[in-house]
């Protein structure tokens, strides 16, 4: 069964400044998060200084309620090694209950120098399954914010199979894409989401074409602007599939929004938790309040029952709106917990008797006489769960002795009342006493040095060839077999599947025949669809020479079905730093992708010996679980690509991938490198990449051109059969 076994959910908040912070403690958050001045994912966000955030964290230890500090977006490599220990430091020692972190080589450095300081993975992770949450929880962390896309059962399998605390997103604003996985902010305008300073281009206007460029009709033109979220009447749920914390978002949001709604889900928590789920109800003057406080285009309850439907979506408008609202419509402001023990003492044909003993008082209640059970007796836990549904009370019951004898039989209805008749006689006499939350001491470790390899220029250079169609493979393969060198072919999951046994022995066989190896990329997302497909290919994999992973989820899925199996990382697997790169290679991970974000400058500063660095491919710039194929025609389970065209009359390509449920927003130009042999051969990458996509013949025979004569370090021309980017080769990101 997967609900926790200690009957507990924390009500987690944002915070934008400190006045919000202490806001929402007292309306009844268990726990804040926030943004210092450095690494946070809201950079446009007011944030805290140093000693807002020490005098935040004392006002809500005081109160019995904990402190989180996203440090949640992807760092440079002198970033890492210069600023994160030190400011990680000044927060570990104010108290700093945990830290939010996307970057693998920052939960490293966390877990290692920081121990006593709980770990956090951020929803920007992108993890979906508990192969990806397993993998986390091995490198040390204590909980895991699941992807918003994921349906009740899917949570509930990632917390039956790990038991991790768990951290889902109930109320707010909601991203387009897998989170972690948009880059259309960065390569559009610069902005990067991994550095928390997006653009928000899911907000605005487009028009969707077909494959002839003809305009498709749509309820309005926000095609990619999700309604908020609001989840308050699913929390029953969240509580039966395990969830621990639930997180509303809006470090951007008003005080008045914060407090509004954090005082709402603290009234409906402690419903949850006192009553039972048998019990649970929201009142509709209730959810007209939260409608009030603010929506965008009304609500959904996100992924939780459906893949993707167009009635997630605004389509009219972008805008958050909301009306004005008074204080006394929120429920009464939360005291903070005093601790409480327990005894309670039934014996068939007597009164059952439970105490409740604080600090300053023990309370007595007798109830009605026990029975005798007619069949099976009540077991201790039916008898004990009712008892310990402390709710809203303000108490916390820490230890419950049980005194029974007999064959017993008590009505759930008599517990609870009994129960609830205790902490209402304990409360008539309670002086509020704040208990602070206990950090204990602290140690922290020095921040290791890290090892650089020496740079060298090779003569040649191996190349990874990414393609997608048989014709892109056909001439791929020829390529290598052209130039004898080393290089691989990695074909996608899809192309895969389609293989016969014989198409793929004869593919081996050439590649190897020319000194070369044959990949396959998994899925960047991981669900239930392809999930299984690729749990039954593990053993037609293990012929093929190694595999490419994307995401957490597909490095944990390796680790435990393919052990053995030679790895790459793809640049969706960020290693933005030196130090991110040797954490992933203690976990078996020897060759990776150059980041695409990063510009000359700063690859230069990276060790990219191991790297393959991509000179050519039309970048994805966004992975929905929204289809723009099903919103516009219906699902059909055909794929097909079709265009997005901004207000600048540039034309998106989309792609639906009906194996994965998954739709690419592909950017508008290919990125090239070509005419840069010379600022490419100073990076000294350990090879060259190119992705193919939409490329037809000409194209492809085109670009494995001007590669060819890249790899031996000669001054080629651009492709000369469309406009292209250079990316962030020269612009890089803040």
């Given amino acids: 069964m997967s609900r926790r076994p200690d009957n507990r959910m924390e009500v987690l908040s944002p915070a934008g400044d400190l006045s919000i912070f202490k806001t929402v403690v007292d309306a009844g958050a268990d726990a804040?998060?926030?943004?210092?001045?450095?690494?946070?994912?809201?950079?446009?966000?007011?944030?805290?200084?140093?000693?807002?955030?020490?005098?935040?964290?004392?006002?809500?230890?005081?109160?019995?309620?904990?402190?989180?500090?996203?440090?949640?977006?992807?760092?440079?490599?002198?970033?890492?090694?210069?600023?994160?220990?030190?400011?990680?430091?000044?927060?570990?020692?104010?108290?700093?209950?945990?830290?939010l972190v996307q970057d693998f080589g920052v939960m490293e450095l966390v877990h290692n120098c920081f121990p006593d300081m709980e770990l956090h993975i951020s929803t920007q992770a992108n993890i979906t399954t508990s192969y990806g949450a397993e993998f986390l929880k091995d490198a040390?962390?204590?909980?895991?914010?699941?992807?918003?896309?994921?349906?009740?059962?899917?949570?509930?399998?990632?917390?039956?199979?790990?038991?991790?605390?768990?951290?889902?997103?109930?109320?707010?604003?909601?991203?387009?894409?897998?989170?972690?996985?948009?880059?259309?902010?960065?390569?559009?305008?610069?902005?990067?989401?991994?550095?928390?300073?997006?653009?928000?281009?899911?907000?605005?206007?487009?028009?969707?074409?077909?494959?002839?460029?003809?305009?498709?009709?749509?309820?309005?033109?926000?095609?990619?602007s999700p309604k908020d979220m609001n989840g308050i009447a699913d929390l029953p749920r969240l509580y039966e599939a395990g969830v621990y914390s639930l997180k509303i978002e809006g470090r951007m949001k008003k005080a008045a929004y914060a407090e509004g709604v954090v005082a709402m889900y603290r009234k409906y928590t402690d419903l949850l938790l006192s009553?039972?789920?048998?019990?649970?109800?929201?009142?509709?003057?209730?959810?007209?309040?939260?409608?009030?406080?603010?929506?965008?285009?009304?609500?959904?309850?996100?992924?939780?029952?459906?893949?993707?439907?167009?009635?997630?979506i605004t389509y009219v408008s972008p805008s958050h709106s909301h009306k004005k609202t008074s204080p006394a419509d929120t429920p009464k402001k939360k005291e903070a917990s005093s601790y409480v023990t327990g005894h309670f003492y039934a014996k068939v044909g007597e009164p059952?008797?439970?105490?409740?003993?604080?600090?300053?008082?023990?309370?007595?209640?007798?109830?009605p006489v026990a029975l005798e059970a007619k069949n099976a007796p009540m077991t201790k836990e039916a008898i004990e769960k009712p008892l310990r549904m402390m709710g809203g009370s303000g108490y916390e019951l820490t230890d419950l002795v049980l005194e029974l004898s007999g064959s017993l039989f008590i009505p759930a209805k008599e517990l609870k009342a009994i129960r609830r008749e205790a902490l209402a006689q304990l409360g008539q006499k309670k002086t509020v006493v704040k208990e602070p939350v206990v950090i204990g001491e602290r140690t922290s470790y020095a921040l290791p040095s890290i090892a650089f390899?020496?740079?060298?220029?090779?003569?040649?250079?191996?190349?990874?060839?990414?393609?997608?169609?048989?014709?892109?493979?056909?001439?791929?393969?020829?390529?290598?077999?052209?130039?004898?060198?080393?290089?691989?072919?990695?074909?996608?999951?899809?192309?895969?599947?389609?293989?016969?046994?014989?198409?793929?022995?004869?593919?081996?066989?050439?590649?190897?025949?020319?000194?070369?190896k044959l990949y396959l990329r998994l899925p960047l997302v991981l669900r239930k669809r392809n999930l299984k497909a690729l749990e039954q290919q593990v053993e037609r994999m293990e012929r093929i020479d190694g595999v490419m992973v994307s995401s957490y989820d597909s490095v944990g899925f390796v680790r435990e079905h393919l052990p053995k199996m030679d790895i790459i990382a793809d640049h969706r697997l960020y290693v933005w730093s030196d130090r991110t790169q040797q954490a992933y290679e203690t976990k078996g991970i020897s060759v990776f992708s150059a980041p695409v974000e990063l510009n000359r400058k700063?690859?230069?500063?990276?060790?990219?010996?191991?790297?393959?660095?991509?000179?050519?491919?039309?970048?994805?710039?966004?992975?929905?679980?929204?289809?723009?194929?099903?919103?516009?025609?219906?699902?059909?389970?055909?794929?097909?690509?079709?265009?997005?065209?901004?207000?600048?009359?540039?034309?998106?390509?989309?792609?639906?991938?009906?194996?994965?449920?998954?739709?690419?927003?592909?950017?508008?130009?290919?990125?090239?490198?070509?005419?840069?042999?010379?600022?490419?051969?100073?990076?000294?990458?350990?090879g060259l990449r190119v992705d193919f996509t939409f490329e037809r013949?000409?194209?492809?025979?085109?670009?494995?051109?001007?590669?060819?004569?890249?790899?031996?370090?000669?001054?080629?021309?651009?492709?000369?059969?469309?406009?292209?980017?250079?990316?962030?080769?020269?612009?890089?990101v803040e």
């Avoid at 008797?353 to 309370?363: G, M, N, W």
Wanted: charged residues 25%; aromatic residues 10%; hydrophobic residues 35%.
């Fill in 453 to 516: 390899s020496k740079k060298s220029k090779g003569e040649s250079l191996p190349v990874l060839i990414m393609t997608e169609t048989k014709m892109q493979e056909k001439l791929a393969v020829s390529f290598l077999q052209k130039n004898h060198q080393d290089g691989i072919l990695a074909i996608s999951f899809d192309a895969f599947l389609k293989k016969e046994e014989e198409e793929l022995t004869e593919i081996l066989d050439r590649l190897h025949a020319a000194k070369g």
């Fill in 140 to 224: 040390g962390a204590k909980r895991i914010v699941c992807a918003r896309e994921l349906s009740i059962p899917e949570i509930a399998s990632i917390y039956d199979k790990t038991q991790l605390d768990l951290e889902c997103f109930v109320h707010g604003a909601l991203c387009v894409c897998y989170s972690g996985q948009c880059l259309m902010s960065s390569m559009i305008g610069g902005r990067s989401g991994n550095r928390g300073r997006c653009a928000q281009p899911c907000r605005l206007e487009y028009d969707l074409l077909d494959a002839s460029k003809n305009v498709r009709n749509m309820p309005g033109p926000y095609l990619l």
């Fill in 697 to 732: 013949e000409a194209e492809v025979t085109e670009v494995l051109q001007r590669l060819e004569d890249l790899c031996h370090g000669i001054d080629t021309t651009e492709i000369s059969f469309t406009d292209i980017t250079r990316g962030h080769f020269n612009r890089g």
């Fill in 352 to 367: 059952i008797v439970f105490t409740l003993c604080s600090d300053e008082q023990v309370i007595t209640v007798n109830g």
């Fill in 602 to 686: 700063e690859l230069s500063h990276r060790d990219l010996q191991s790297c393959y660095l991509t000179v050519y491919g039309r970048l994805p710039l966004m992975y929905t679980a929204n289809c723009q194929h099903k919103n516009s025609v219906g699902c059909d389970e055909r794929s097909e690509t079709l265009y997005l065209k901004d207000r600048y009359q540039k034309e998106f390509p989309v792609r639906n991938i009906c194996s994965s449920c998954v739709n690419v927003i592909y950017n508008s130009l290919p990125t090239s490198l070509f005419g840069k042999a010379g600022e490419v051969k100073d990076l000294s990458p350990g």
């Fill in 275 to 312: 009553e039972g789920v048998e019990n649970y109800a929201v009142d509709p003057k209730d959810m007209q309040r939260l409608y009030d406080y603010g929506n965008r285009c009304g609500f959904t309850n996100s992924y939780f029952d459906m893949r993707n439907d167009k009635n997630m």
């Fill in 32 to 99: 804040v998060y926030f943004g210092g001045d450095l690494f946070g994912a809201r950079a446009y966000a007011h944030n805290f200084t140093r000693e807002d955030a020490k005098e935040g964290i004392s006002y809500a230890h005081n109160r019995g309620a904990k402190a989180y500090l996203t440090v949640n977006t992807l760092l440079k490599n002198l970033e890492i090694e210069k600023k994160l220990y030190d400011y990680l430091k000044d927060y570990y020692e104010m108290g700093l209950d945990a830290v």
